[in-house]
Each structure stands twice: as structure tokens, then as C-alpha cells.
């Protein structure tokens, strides 16, 4: 410990040459030189490092830093190791030789060492644990603290372990430090550290330069990014997405588009990783697209916008991660997209995952759909998660609050609402209150047998998306409170009580309502309102001739998804022709397709059409590994139904990939398929009626053959004419 008190201004200045703490640093770090256990609650860009850096490096002995990210641990090693002279960083992790392990613990024992970052993989390993007994340890570190937490968006079991670990060591004052906690996860977090008398540190979690917006996710969801991009030209921008295929895919459709872009996940080599990185940082880069893998300790001030894909699985990711945005207080865009779909496949992600951990992971995506599907001022909301109270009603800065929507009055609905959680005695949590309120007679409901209660179905009357609102807003407002302990059960505030024995106006902003499916689908993901319906029109005759002279149906030439997209996005050369739906390489091959873009290019020439060439996006679907793996075991005449089963699909969903290949121009030969499971004669008919017939409709061929051929027959021969005929 040191012995007298140290000037911490000057430290601060000789150490890392800033003239003045930020917030509550010089606080944070006299209390660890103090001795004592700290808790530090800080947001992103807040400077948390700081408050065991500075004073790992004034106290005797070596610092342990318990990490999760050796990305970091690189980073702020050339950091600190470039700071002092008296003393030195290290890190000790699964990434270092035996030779470098060596060099680090003599450094350790002669003392130089001030910090250390162990990953807590690492510190939990015997040889490492019989070591450390024999250092001077000055206190411990625990940096991404809610990883410790469940109820964390980033929880690591290994975490648990690490109190019984520093017993076994030996005891020192305890800092733990992380950017976002609930109050739910900071009783976790200091329960679990045996620090539940820590001297506690909380800073705002407002960031006031953070625009949030949330829009509905569409079918043109790569082209509203690529647009959003191209309007912020050269600045430096995040994209997150859920899974390393749609990061790769992606990153591919930007650089495409001219866009410096590149992927990074932890699938990719480590020193991939590490040159994106630097690229990134350099600014050779613009864009990175990341699953989660990527930012964490990223000290780039100047990224000026984040992108979420897909929406993510907690607000505490949420927050952390649009918290890279405007580090340096300048402008930083937090654009997320939104639809119900990915909210389902989240869902489904959890099945199989033991129960406590499925209810962990629902209820947290409830939080996240309530802050997507709210109308109120986002800043609000997401503070209010954290336990923060924001003063304002409009902050002007999210897109809540730039279009306001009209409030309505809910007195009578919070009076239902406040009734009906005393009834239910408190004990349960805002989707049960919902269902009891509008009279759903669930099998929980049944359970209990609260259909009986004379409340039940109290608020039928009003629509059921109504309730919601007036929960999260009541909640808001300070009516309601979700118990910390028993996460999400909702409880009356005194305020609450107040309101029954007093009712006041209770004004609320209804939900934004988003669909189901991605927004602007349809059958063939096409059909849209800048369709130039006088080109669809010559286009469509031009078909026609071609049909003719060929001797073949219409749509086995284009189809009509094609057509209406050629109309829209005026391709006026062959490659632009391969960014349309429904056209591949094979198309593109045929003696047609340059009649096609000649009389795109006339139409475009004679009618003055500025086109927006750069917004055209080339769909990666097209080289997808997954069609390349069909094509290749159709090849290798595998029976249609086990490539389903090899590759994860349902048959439906292995037949609308084949179709896709087939109608883009690629020709596969399915027959040795069809001799299987299909009789001679059933196919020849069912062959016959597409090569009469004006459509491709699998509807209009199960009116006319569907009492004797199945859909699946239906569309397995449809494949087969397609391929034949077209390709």
C-alpha cells in the first residue's frame, strides 16, 4: 500500500499527460489506493481503465486485471509499458509461448510488474494460482464485471469462479468496473464478489451526442445501409449483425458497392482479426461489419455511426455497443433495424437451453422489443432501464422525439392496471397482468384459476397492444416497479398507491406496430412503388417476342419479380443485369439477355432517367457457400431429401433454395430424384401443363392437377422444366 498520499493531479499529468480527471476518476482511484473495495459503474467512453491504471501504477506490488478480451489486453499492455519506467504491464493468456510465460513471472517476482491481465480462464489455473500465492498483489480488477451476472448480456460461467480464486491467492481490495449493470446486476455482480460493502460509483448513462433511431426491417434493409452510407461518405461506422455469415455476406455487398468495409468475428485467424483492427483504426477502413465479437476496449473516439442489423439480445448490448459511437462527444448515429421475425429466431436460439436461462434470456428480450416498439422518447427509456431518472420529456435527439406521436389519455386503463396488480397480490409479471386484463384464458391463467377473479378481462375492451404501453409508461412515470430480486414481477410504487386513492390524467404515446415478416415482402421479395410501370410495359412485350421466337412460356425467360425490378432499377449492362433478382450467371449467359439491357439503356437515353447506379446491391445469396453445397451434392446425385436433412433445411426450405438456382440460370439435373419418388407418367403430365401453360403458378397448377399431384410433385417437376427450359 502506498505509504503517503500521493498527488493524483500530477501523477495524472506525468503518467498519461491529461490535465484533469473525468467525472468521478479521482474519486474511483483514491478509494482503491485507500484499500478499499470499489464498484464502478461507467459508461462506454467513460475512461473506466483509468481507475485501476493509474493507481496499479502507484501502488506497491502487481495489479491483476481479470479480462475476458486479449484484444484489450494487447492494446493497453503497449500502453502502459510505454508510460512508465519504473514499472511494466503484462498479460498472461492462452496467446503466449512458454518462453514469454517464463519472462512474465520473473518479472512478476522482481517486481517490476505493476499490472497484470489474466484472462479468468487463466487465473484459474492451478499452476498459475500456486505462482501468484508467491507475488505482492496491490489489489484486483475485475474489468467487464457483469459477465459475473445471468442476468448480464454477456454472461460467462468462469466469472463465478473468480472470488474463491483471489481467496487462494491471497486477499487485496477488490475494484470491479463495468459499462452497463441493472440494479439487478450490480447486487448480482457485488453478491457474488463477497464486495457488498463497496464503496459504489455510478456515473450517468445519458451520452447527449447519441442520435437512436429504430426502423422496420425491410427486404431493401442492405440498401437502406449502403444509402445511409453512401450520405456519410469517409466517416467511420460499426455495423453489428448476429451471425458470422450475415457479417461476411454483408461486408461482401459493401465492398461491392465501393464501400471500404471489411468482416471481423471470432471464426476469422487472430491476426486477420488484429489487421482489420489496425486497418480500422488507421482509417483504411471505414466500415466494420461484427458480430459482438468486435469493439470491446476499441479506443477509436471518431466512429460516427452503429448499425444493428438485427436487433440485439439485451439493452445492456444494446447500450454498450451503440456506446462506440461519438466517443469524442461529436455526432454518432445509433440506427437499429427492426422486425418481429428476428425476435422469433432469438426465441428459438434458446430452446435447449436449460429453463432459468431460457426465462433469463426471454425476459431480456422483452426489454429490448418494448425499447423497439415504444413511442417514447428512446433516451428515457433506455436510461430508465438503468436505473436513471431523465428529467425531460423530449431530448431532440432520437426519433421518438424528432416525430412525436399524439399522446392519449390512459387514466382509466392505469386505474384497471394498478387494480388488477394488487389483485394478482404482486407476484406477477407484466405479460401474465396483460392476459388476465384482457380476459385470456391461458393455460397459466387456468392454472390459477384467476379466470374466476371478478377483475378478470377488466380491460377487454381496449386492444391488447394497448396494455403494453401503459405498463412500460406507468413504469416510466414512477406507478410501477419491477422487483430487482424476482426479476420483472411488478410492484406498486407509493406513487401507485397514491394514484388509486387519487386518480390524475395519465397521458401515453401508443407502440410503433411492426410486422411480423421483413416489411415490403412479398411471394418473390420483389414488387415495388418506384416501378416504372411505361419500361414493365415494353419489357414485357419484349418477353413476349422472345417467348415466341424461343418457343417457350414467358416466365421461363424472366420472371415477373425480374421484370418488375429491371424496371425499377434500370440495368444498362450485363454485370448490373446479375445484381437483379432472379438473374445469375446463367441468365446472363443467354443470347437474350443483351436485348434486354439494349432496350433498358434506349429507354433511359430517350426519357432522360437519372439512374442510381450505386444503389443497386448485388444479393449474396447468389454465392452463398449453402447453394454451392446443393449444386455440388445434386451433382454427386444425393436424394434431395438427405441434402435437406445434411445441410439443416426442411424440404420446403431445400426445394425454395434449388428454385432459386434454377430460375437465376443455373441448369441441375434432378432426374435421377425424380425416377425415385415419382412415377414416369405423373411427371410427363405434370411437365406438359408448364410447358402449356402461362404461368408458373403453384397455385393455378394444384386447381388444375391437384387432385392427383401433390404440391412437393408439383414443384419438384417444376424444377425440372424450369432448369430444362430455361437454362
Same mark, same amino acid.
Request: hydrophobic share 40%; proline share 3%.
Given at each position: 500500500m502506498a505509504t503517503k498520499k500521493p498527488n493524483l #493531479?500530477? !501523477? +495524472?499529468?506525468?503518467y498519461f499527460g491529461f490535465d484533469k480527471f473525468k467525472g468521478d476518476q479521482e474519486s474511483i482511484i483514491q478509494n482503491v489506493l485507500d484499500g478499499k473495495d470499489t464498484f464502478v459503474l461507467m459508461p462506454t467512453g467513460g475512461g473506466k481503465s483509468l481507475c485501476y491504471q493509474l493507481? #496499479? +501504477?502507484l501502488m506497491e506490488g502487481t495489479a491483476i486485471v481479470i479480462s475476458p478480451l486479449i484484444a484489450l489486453m494487447k492494446n493497453q499492455v503497449d500502453v502502459i509499458s510505454s508510460m512508465s519506467e519504473e514499472g511494466t504491464a503484462h498479460y498472461l493468456n492462452s496467446s503466449l509461448n512458454k518462453s514469454a510465460i517464463d519472462q512474465v513471472k520473473a518479472d512478476i517476482l522482481e517486481g517490476r510488474t505493476k499490472l497484470l491481465y489474466v484472462a479468468p480462464e487463466s487465473l484459474t489455473k492451478e499452476e498459475n494460482v500456486e505462482f501468484l500465492r508467491q507475488a505482492k498483489i496491490s489489489f484486483y480488477a475485475i474489468d467487464e464485471a457483469h459477465c459475473i451476472s445471468e442476468w448480464g448480456h454477456d454472461f460467462r460461467p468462469e466469472y463465478r469462479r473468480i472470488r474463491p480464486i483471489i481467496n487462494e491467492i491471497g486477499k487485496a481490495p477488490i475494484i470491479a468496473l463495468t459499462a452497463t449493470a441493472t440494479d439487478k446486476v450490480r447486487t448480482d455482480i457485488k453478491k457474488n464478489l463477497g464486495i457488498l460493502d463497496a464503496t459504489e460509483f455510478k456515473s450517468s448513462f445519458n451520452r447527449p451526442n447519441l442520435y437512436y433511431e429504430v426502423r422496420p426491417k425491410t427486404q431493401d434493409v442492405d440498401k437502406d445501409i449502403i444509402k445511409f452510407i453512401k450520405q456519410h461518405t469517409g466517416k467511420s461506422g460499426i455495423i453489428y449483425c448476429l451471425s458470422r455469415k450475415k457479417v461476411e455476406e454483408l461486408a461482401e455487398v459493401l465492398k461491392a458497392n465501393d464501400i471500404k468495409a471489411a468482416p471481423y468475428h471470432a471464426g476469422l485467424e487472430s491476426a486477420l482479426r488484429s489487421q482489420t483492427q489496425d486497418d480500422f483504426l488507421m482509417e483504411k477502413i471505414d466500415v466494420i461489419v461484427a458480430t459482438i465479437a468486435f469493439g470491446m476496449g476499441i479506443d477509436k473516439p471518431d466512429v460516427r455511426f452503429v448499425i444493428h442489423y438485427d436487433i440485439p439480445k439485451s439493452l445492456e448490448g444494446y447500450y454498450q455497443e451503440t456506446g462506440r459511437a461519438g466517443r469524442d462527444g461529436g455526432e454518432g448515429r445509433c440506427i437499429t433495424f427492426y422486425a418481429q421475425k428476428d425476435l422469433?429466431?432469438?426465441?428459438?436460439?434458446?430452446e435447449g437451453k436449460p429453463v432459468a436461462e431460457q426465462d433469463i434470456g426471454r425476459q431480456l428480450l422483452a426489454e429490448t422489443a418494448a425499447y423497439a416498439e415504444t413511442s417514447v422518447c428512446r433516451r428515457k427509456m433506455l436510461l430508465h432501464y438503468f436505473g436513471e431518472e431523465y428529467p425531460h420529456d423530449n431530448c431532440h435527439n432520437c426519433d421518438n422525439c424528432l416525430h412525436p406521436k399524439t399522446k392519449i389519455e390512459a387514466r382509466d386503463q392505469l386505474l384497471i392496471m394498478l387494480k388488477t396488480i394488487l389483485a394478482l397480490k404482486e407476484n406477477f409479471r407484466s405479460d401474465y397482468v396483460v392476459d388476465f386484463v384482457t380476459g385470456r384464458e391461458t393455460e397459466e391463467i387456468l392454472a390459477h384459476r384467476h379466470q374466476e377473479h371478478e377483475l378478470f378481462g377488466a380491460g377487454e375492451d381496449s386492444d391488447k397492444k394497448y396494455w403494453n404501453p401503459v405498463i412500460r409508461q406507468a413504469l416510466i !412515470?414512477? /406507478?410501477?416497479k419491477k422487483d430487482v430480486e424476482n426479476y420483472g414481477l411488478l410492484k406498486l410504487t407509493s406513487a401507485g398507491k397514491k394514484f388509486l386513492k387519487n386518480p390524475v390524467s395519465f397521458m401515453i404515446v401508443e407502440d410503433h406496430?411492426? #410486422?411480423?415478416? /421483413?416489411e415490403g415482402s412479398t411471394e418473390h421479395e420483389g414488387g415495388t412503388s418506384a416501378l416504372d410501370p411505361m419500361l414493365s410495359s415494353m +419489357?414485357?412485350? +419484349?418477353?413476349k417476342k422472345v417467348s415466341k421466337k424461343l418457343g417457350r412460356p414467358p416466365y421461363?425467360?424472366?420472371q415477373d419479380v425480374s421484370i418488375e425490378q429491371m424496371a425499377t432499377d434500370y440495368p444498362v449492362t450485363l454485370d448490373e443485369l446479375k445484381n437483379i433478382q432472379g438473374v445469375g450467371e446463367g441468365k446472363v449467359k443467354q443470347p437474350y439477355a443483351k436485348e434486354f439491357i439494349d432496350l433498358i439503356k434506349r429507354y433511359c437515353e430517350e426519357n432522360d432517367i437519372e439512374r442510381q447506379a450505386d444503389m443497386r446491391v448485388r444479393t449474396v !445469396?447468389?454465392?452463398s457457400i449453402l447453394k454451392v453445397k446443393i449444386i455440388q451434392a445434386i451433382d454427386r446425385q444425393i436424394a434431395l431429401d438427405d441434402i435437406a436433412t445434411a445441410q439443416g433445411l426442411e424440404f420446403g426450405e431445400l426445394l425454395d433454395e434449388v428454385e432459386a438456382i434454377v430460375y437465376s440460370g443455373t441448369k441441375l439435373n434432378i432426374d435421377y430424384f425424380l425416377e425415385e419418388v415419382m412415377d414416369e407418367d405423373h411427371v410427363d403430365d405434370i411437365y406438359d401443363y408448364f410447358a402449356d401453360s402461362d404461368t408458373d403458378s403453384i397455385e393455378e397448377a394444384l386447381k388444375e392437377l391437384g387432385a392427383e399431384c401433390s404440391e412437393e410433385e408439383i414443384r419438384l417437376v417444376r424444377i425440372k422444366f424450369i432448369s430444362e427450359m430455361a437454362n
Open positions: #493531479s500530477e !501523477a +495524472l499529468k506525468k493507481p #496499479s +501504477l422469433q429466431k432469438l426465441d428459438k436460439f434458446m !412515470a414512477g /406507478y410501477l406496430e411492426f #410486422s411480423g415478416e /421483413y +419489357l414485357r412485350d +419484349l418477353r421461363v425467360i424472366f !445469396a447468389k454465392k
